[in-house]
């Protein structure tokens, strides 16, 4: 198992690794309302995603929430995570997925290496638009037909409450979804499709969940 180079935050992938080993879920906690708006997340992006098997990266697997839907459907997954636990995780639940520690702004793959590149709930533990714009640059880097990304955004009041608020070691921003529009425009990409979660206002739900593609025809 390789490790790329890395730009982590040790203390943020320390508490991830301890919380990998207490046994961070796999399933949903539905009884939160975090966990139903993460659930609606992974829905639809699960029906963006035709049945045919791709090759896909999930950046930031944790337990495999994606990896494992995803490598049930048939396609070639690898989960990528900074977190040994969270990968041991998926390693414990199937062999058909592979597995690799590693940072999402500095993926250990070749240009367009896979198809799709899925890298949701994890722009919000790093800690500035700089380490945000990286991971987004490298997803499309190694992706050669659409990228997944999601905000979890700034401009709802009671999410960036929340996340300023918070006193753990997790690191958790809350940003913006012209941030990230921005980043995607920077690397050639074009929005393709997008939702806003737990909001009928896009504009300012808590999250927005974003399909952009490589190539030149999209609504950008
Ligand atoms: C909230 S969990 C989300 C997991 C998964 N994407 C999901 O939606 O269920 C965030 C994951 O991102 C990982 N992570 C955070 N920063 C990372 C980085 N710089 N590189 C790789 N993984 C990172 C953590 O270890 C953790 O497993």
Not at 136 to 142: G, Q, T, Y
Not at 152 to 181: C, G, M, Q, W
Request: proline letters at 5%.
């Amino acid at each position: 198992m390789a490790m790329s180079d890395s730009n982590w935050d040790e203390q943020s992938r320390t508490a991830w690794e301890r919380y990998g080993t207490e046994g961070y879920p796999v399933q949903f906690d539905e009884d939160t309302l975090s966990g139903k708006l993460q659930k609606k997340e992974l829905l639809w992006i699960l029906s963006q995603i035709p049945q045919k098997r791709f090759k896909i990266l999930d950046a930031g697997c944790g337990p495999g929430r994606y990896s494992l839907e995803l490598t049930k459907r048939k396609n070639e997954v690898v989960g990528l995570d900074f977190a040994q636990p969270m990968l041991k995780q998926i390693r414990n639940k199937t062999k058909e997925c592979a597995v690799l520690q590693g940072d999402i702004q500095y993926l250990p793959f070749t240009d367009e290496r896979f198809d799709i590149v899925i890298m949701v709930n994890v722009l919000q533990h790093l800690k500035t638009p700089q380490m945000r714009f990286l991971a987004v640059k490298e997803a499309f880097r190694v992706s050669k037909e659409y990228v997944f990304v999601d905000v979890k955004n700034k401009l709802n009041p009671i999410l960036s409450r929340r996340y300023k608020n918070v006193k753990d070691e997790f690191i958790r921003t809350a940003y913006s979804h012209s941030e990230i529009k921005q980043a995607i425009k920077k690397c050639n990409g074009r929005i393709v499709g997008s939702k806003g979660i737990g909001f009928p206002i896009k504009g300012i739900a808590p999250f927005i969940v974003i399909k952009a593609s490589k190539s030149p025809r999209g609504d950008s």
